[in-house]
């Protein structure tokens, strides 16, 4: 009777663990747990990299349209200084941008567009945020506005392929070039 117990319970055992092993009731679960991880991040990162060119097109924008206000005489006949121009970028870039800290205008003028740069003023890969101008000109000038922000990259993989400056930010460039109208 003993030997005829032990049998039966190696047999239940024996029964439960190859049934155990066919069994396939949590197997979704598991799958699920293992891509999980890698999907959510490539899912941030992707959703991060749409708000990077979010940004950048509305930076766009705003260069466009304050540049309107140069190139009109706007800016000139209203005597507005670097910070007050400054101020009216910000009527056009409200939701996304933090003004006040990380946004920097720079707006040089030309007597032609063959003399002209754009080119960002950097110093070992920073934005060099002391070499910005305020130069509206007068009208015939050809002038160069320029908006900067750093947008700060949260979600980075595999490697820095967003961020292009130290501290993991990324610099937004705009720029817009014209010639400014006879105004006055």
């Avoid at 946004?103 to 003028?109: A, E, F, I, M, S």
């Avoid at 002391?130 to 002038?143: A, H, L, S």
Wanted: aromatic fraction near 14%; hydrophobic fraction near 45%.
């Amino acid at each position: 009777m003993q030997f005829h117990r032990r049998l039966s319970a190696k047999l239940w055992a024996r029964r439960n663990c190859c049934g155990f092993a066919r069994s396939q009731d949590g197997a979704a679960a598991i799958e699920f747990g293992l891509i999980a991880a890698p999907f959510l991040a490539l899912l941030f990162a992707i959703m991060e990299t749409a708000f990077v060119f979010f940004a950048g097109q509305s930076l766009e924008y705003a260069a466009a349209q304050s540049g309107r206000l140069v190139m009109t005489g706007q800016a000139d006949l209203n005597g507005w200084s670097q910070s007050s121009f400054k101020s009216q970028v910000c009527t056009y870039v409200v939701a996304l941008f933090d003004c006040s800290n990380k946004l920097y205008v720079n707006v040089q003028k030309y007597t032609d567009f063959a003399s002209s740069s754009t080119s960002a003023p950097l110093t070992n890969g920073q934005l060099d945020t002391t070499k910005m101008n305020y130069q509206i000109g007068v009208p015939g000038d050809v002038v160069i506005v320029q908006l900067y922000y750093q947008w700060p990259i949260y979600v980075s993989l595999f490697s820095n392929n967003l961020a292009n400056q130290n501290g993991n930010n990324r610099l937004l460039i705009a720029t817009n070039a014209f010639r400014n109208e006879p105004y006055k």
